[in-house]
């Protein structure tokens, strides 16, 4: 405990110093801003300025990467709240009430308190990593495949009736979702599914290209003729990103929950930042007792799932650290970065790097520091964005996803992908389908599939195995509750509305 | 006047149609090469394939006074960059890096329109032998008590690998049908979740390359080495063979043409790539990385990869994998 504040007192040294500060605040600027765009994730930020980094010292290199990871996490924040376009798949979830709220109005309220959520995740995500990483790790490894099964069973289950309206119609869109998902070469035999021919499709349906339709295209789509514009009505001002005390309130407790669901996750590898925010969202609905506010612009909604994916990210870093082992696409090519610089990731990289790793986790709190004070001016920048009118900002937004979609695959055809989906996506919203649960489907379904069969190959095929392991075991009755009380909501409602019905 | 001709637009004429002219020539081998030459990856940037192919650019470019762009074409597990290397305009200006497995599985398990015939191949620039890795506190040691326990225990001992039809698993594949042993293979996506599940003790070993077992000394151990002889990085690394089961299972990668492409231009990217490899810069920079580096020139890497071929598909028929 001692030593790790020692350590840690040394890395903000590290990080305050002028040259490092300066790549930190370089790369949260350019992350930030790439982030809003549509479609431009960390993963292109990162890849673009990569070959910047060989002629840099190691230390101010990572500390610029990180920058760009962070700051691109949080402008994703800002393209779904103020334009329903997720850039950063997790963000999804952030469009269903962030999106509603700019329309009412509100978006100002809806970035501040994401800039706050957001802030404190990180901070606690940074916080459990300094000090509580060892027992996370071991937590961590008591995670086998039916475990993780019964996580995403419950994931399904709860995430399936997340949608407002109809239950059925959001089951069979979580349906849908898993068919999606079932697209690609199937981990365990190595054959492709549903590609029909197409080369392309055996890599799996990019969840960049997905989001992007679904919650984009879709939208664009859906609202071409109806809007004229959406700033008109808002008149933001900076004044106006500043919650209330009584907004404040109220979205205190979502946001500790969110960041400790993030916290749980972020130990576990394999469950990427997508489906902790999904779930953060999930349980906030469940227990609120308002649910029907939800997707309509309830506060709750967005800062749950953005704290949850904030302290998700950061305590990811224990697993990629301490067992060197890359969380996602992201973290690996951040290790990729280190080994150009001939430091090679693992355990020994904390005794032997110790200015990098430490500067590294001072420099993240600073970059989130930096991140708030960067955006209190930048936010009326984003804020006018709302005043361009409909008809110019959304051609725009277009061609902003088409390059950003291109740009993470070199490909077409994910182009095209967002298009197909977006068509879809139109279709189901006319429908009044929720669209939410078919990237929920396509998020959780492969990994409930491939922990499934891999639980079941380990056990050499017996079910039991799933109830014998207490942390599965636990996780198979809540999802048996969950679905029993449905269930039985179901019957009360309907018994009551006879009853309803028989008396005049 | 006005039919007198301006010189300027003459020039310009000229000019224009020689570059048409140009364009419609067979490529001159002597003036190759005279603008950048395109190197594809069929992998994504920052990726294991990605850095060495930007490591051996630098180098070649110094070695034939060209400038080269990297691009990463990625998508169907390298099929699909692979697929656009083949069908690329064949004139030495397309060079593709191209890995194992696109190369010599690929085209067994996916309908593709390429096959290891659709290149001439320039060189072999880096060969990365795959290890049998156990938890740290494992009680195996050797191969033999790996096999010793197998046979006891028939369809007991698992192995992970980054998925079925990889050269891990035909790897292993090979090894269980040449100790006549039953093992089971437990699949999965990316080295990270394997690792957890390793540690955790869910598996009992996995197959990754030495340097995964250098980055995770305190946690993991490797039995033997799956090449034909010992690793100079790893000495004391025994391999398979020595245990009396000669199982070769190697990632490995290099630069190759569409198959149309004249032979002067395919000697000249060997030479600067056998004067690149060697170069200090190189290979320190692979060093860096912990990549085993290796040469082999166009003749040897060409029945190289025609042999690998056969060898893949016999595994994979074995493993009950082809298409």
Redesign the interface.
């Known amino acids: 405990m001692h030593q790790a504040l020692v350590d840690l007192w040394y890395g903000f040294g590290i990080a305050v110093e002028p040259h490092n500060l300066m790549w930190s605040f370089v790369g949260v600027l350019v992350g930030n801003l790439i982030g809003v765009l549509p479609g431009m994730g960390s993963l292109s930020a ?2 673009i300025l ?2 910047l980094t060989y002629t840099m010292h190691a230390v101010p290199a990572f500390l610029m990467l990180a920058g760009i990871f962070y700051g691109a996490m949080y402008g994703g924040a800002i393209g779904a709240i103020l334009l329903n376009l997720p850039s950063h798949p997790p963000h999804a979830v952030t469009c269903l009430d962030g999106y509603p709220m700019t329309r009412q109005g509100r978006g100002g309220v809806a970035l501040g308190i994401t800039m706050i959520a957001s802030f404190f995740a990180a901070s606690f995500g940074i916080t459990v990593m300094v000090f509580a990483s060892p027992l996370l790790v071991k937590a ?6 039916a475990e993780i099964f019964s996580i995403m069973l419950l994931g399904l289950v709860a995430g399936g009736t997340m949608a407002r309206g109809s239950p059925l119609k959001g089951v069979a869109m979580t349906i849908v979702g898993l068919l999606v998902g079932a697209v690609g ?1 199937d ?4 054959v ?1 599914r549903f590609s029909f ?1 197409l ?2 499709l ?2 799996r349906i990019d969840l960049v290209a997905l989001a992007l339709g679904l919650f984009g295209v879709a939208d664009f789509l859906r609202s071409v003729n109806r809007l004229k514009f959406i700033g008109t009505e808002t008149r933001l001002r900076l004044r106006d990103m500043r919650p209330s005390m009584a907004e404040l309130k109220q979205a205190f407790p979502p946001m500790l929950r969110g960041t400790l669901v993030g916290t749980v996750f972020g130990a576990m ?2 469950t990427g930042p997508t489906i902790t925010s999904f779930i953060a969202y999930a349980l906030e609905r469940r227990i609120s007792r308002s649910p029907q506010r939800f997707g309509r612009g309830a506060l709750e909604g967005v800062a749950a799932p953005e704290a949850a994916s904030h302290s998700k990210t950061q305590v990811d870093f224990i ?1 990629t650290m301490s ?5 996602d ?1 992201v973290m ?2 951040l290790l ?2 280190l ?4 430091i ?5 990289l904390i005794t032997e790097h110790a200015d990098l790793f430490w500067g590294l986790i001072a420099s993240f709190w600073i970059g989130n520091v930096l991140l708030v004070i960067l955006n209190v001016p930048l936010i009326g920048v984003w804020l006018k964005v709302l005043r361009v009118p409909y008809r110019l900002m959304f051609p725009c937004a277009m061609f902003f996803i088409a390059v950003g979609v291109y740009s993470t ?3 077409l ?1 994910e182009v095209g992908e967002v298009l197909v989906f977006g068509i879809a996506g139109a279709i189901f919203m006319a429908l009044d389908f929720a669209l939410a649960p078919i990237l929920l489907g396509y998020v959780l379904g492969p990994l409930a599939e ?1 922990n499934f069969r ?1 639980a079941l ?2 056990s ?1 095929g017996d079910l039991g195995v799933f109830f014998e392991r207490p942390i599965s075991l636990a996780f198979m009755l809540l999802c048996i509750a969950l679905v029993v009380l449905q269930m039985l909501f179901a019957v009360s409602a309907a018994i009551g509305k006879r009853n309803d019905g028989a008396s005049p | 006047m006005n039919t007198m001709v301006h010189p300027k637009r003459v020039v310009a004429f000229a000019v224009v149609s020689l570059v048409g002219l140009a364009a419609a020539l067979p490529v001159r081998a002597e003036s190759y090469p005279d603008h950048p030459i395109t190197i594809a990856v069929p992998f994504t940037a920052g990726g294991t394939t990605d850095l060495i192919t930007r490591a051996l650019t630098d180098a070649m470019g110094a070695a034939m006074h060209a400038s080269f762009v990297v691009v990463n074409w990625t998508g169907a597990a390298g099929a699909v960059g692979t697929a656009r290397v083949a069908k690329a305009r064949p004139d030495g200006y397309t060079v593709g890096m191209l890995p194992v497995g696109p190369l010599t599985s690929q085209p067994y398990i996916q309908h593709l329109s390429y096959s290891p015939e659709s290149f001439k191949y320039v060189c072999l620039v880096y060969s990365d032998p795959q290890a049998l890795v156990v938890r740290k506190n494992s009680p195996f040691e050797t191969v033999k008590q790996v096999v010793d326990y197998a046979r006891e225990h028939p369809g007991k001992l698992t192995f992970a690998t980054t998925g079925a039809g990889t050269i891990p698993h035909l790897g292993m594949v090979e090894f269980a049908a040449d100790a006549g042993i039953n093992l089971v293979h437990v699949p999965y996506q990316g080295e990270a979740n394997i690792l957890t599940n390793l540690l955790g003790g869910f598996v009992d070993s996995m197959v990754a390359h030495p340097a995964f077992v250098e980055s995770n000394p305190d946690s993991l151990r490797a039995i033997a080495v799956m090449a034909p002889k010992r690793m100079p990085e790893y000495p004391n690394l025994p391999t398979f063979a020595e245990a009396g089961y000669p199982v070769n299972a190697t990632v490995w990668g290099g630069l190759a043409v569409p198959k149309d492409t004249p032979e002067p231009v395919v000697e000249k990217l060997e030479s600067a790539c056998r004067t690149a490899t060697s170069s200090g810069s190189y290979v320190a920079r692979l060093k860096n990385q912990r990549m085993p580096q290796a040469y082999m020139g166009s003749k040897e890497f060409t029945a190289f990869v025609l042999s690998q071929y056969q060898q893949t598909g016999k595994l994979l028929k074995s493993a009950g994998m082809l298409k």
């Not at chain 1, 961590?140 to 495949?145: C, D, I, K, V, Y």
């Not at chain 1, 067992?323 to 969380?327: H, N």
């Not at chain 1, 080994?339 to 001939?342: A, E, K, L, R």
């Open positions: 990162i890849s990569l070959p961590a490894l008591a995670f086998g495949p070469t981990v365990n035999s190595g492709i021919g080369p392309e055996s890599d590898p394999g697993p067992l060197g082992i890359p969380g696409a690996a090519l990729g970065a080994m150009i610089q001939g090679a990731p693992g355990p020994q695959n070199n490909s055809f491939e891999r190959l380990l050499r």
